[in-house]
């Protein structure tokens, strides 16, 4: 039987859809090991929804007859760069060119306007050195499940917009999420500080991809994934 479920809007991304990375650790967590969701258009908010799976063992996030993302498991290859200093991010964090620009300032992940405790506040500013874009990332009490450890939906959206700054190379691009694969390698618990840092994979048309790498302030990697980011009116195929 397929599961109802409505992303409030909380959850939010741009002002009337829901945060991609969000939307897509909903459906990759019916998937074990690592998990790749194709978004096809913008998850609605606060709207009964479908999750679904067919005999291949595909996930499907449906909107009546209409499908808004699909889920199936993959093979996540990604050359992670080490980790930068807790400190490296906080400094970093300051840059974060959205504190001057945001075309979404109230994105559930990323936006300068949620308040502590209802938005995950990552503000991933470059590095001194590279291309790289790294911010730190206190996750609270309100993002848990069992044993006080952050869910999954959560994971996926701390790896999400991290990979949109670091695709931007200065100029601010109205891009959506079109693919991501994430892979989560060891839980995260509240009320402890991570690293989440963003890298560019080059560019196609207009598709842009990106890494992005959640780490311990220790350097233990916790979570990694791969994005595709399509400047919007584009398709993801």
């Known amino acids: 039987m397929p599961e109802h479920i409505v992303i409030r809007k909380r959850f939010c991304g741009p002002p009337t859809s829901a945060n991609g990375g969000y939307t897509a650790g909903l459906i990759a967590k019916y998937i074990e090991g690592a998990a790749q969701v194709t978004l096809f258009s913008p998850p609605p908010l606060e709207h009964p929804l479908t999750i679904e799976r067919d005999e291949g063992g595909e996930i499907a996030l449906n909107d009546g007859d209409s499908t808004i993302a699909v889920a199936c498991a993959t093979e996540l290859v990604l050359d992670v760069p080490a980790p930068p ?124 991809y990106a890494g992005t790498a959640i780490h311990s302030k220790e350097g233990v990697l916790c979570a990694k994934a791969k994005a595709v980011w399509i400047l919007a009116g584009t398709s993801p195929a």
């Not at 974060?96 to 994105?107: A, K």
């Not at 991933?124 to 206190?138: C, F, H, K, N, Q």
């Not at 991570?194 to 048309?205: F, K, N, Q, T």
């Open 85 to 208: 200093s807790y400190q490296a991010a906080e400094t970093a964090s300051e840059r974060f060119s959205g504190f001057d620009h945001h075309l979404f300032p109230g994105c559930f992940v990323c936006g300068p306007d949620r308040r502590v405790s209802d938005g995950l506040r990552i503000f991933a500013g470059p590095s001194v050195m590279g291309e790289t874009v790294i911010a730190p990332w206190l996750p609270d009490a309100t993002l848990t499940g069992i044993s006080n450890l952050v869910k999954t939906e959560f994971v996926w959206s701390a790896l999400d917009c991290a990979g949109y700054f670091a695709c931007q190379e200065g100029q601010p691009r109205h891009m959506l999420l079109g693919r991501f694969s994430a892979q989560l390698v060891h839980p995260i618990a509240s009320e402890k500080a991570v690293i989440v840092s963003g890298w560019p994979l080059g560019a196609e048309g207009r598709k842009f």
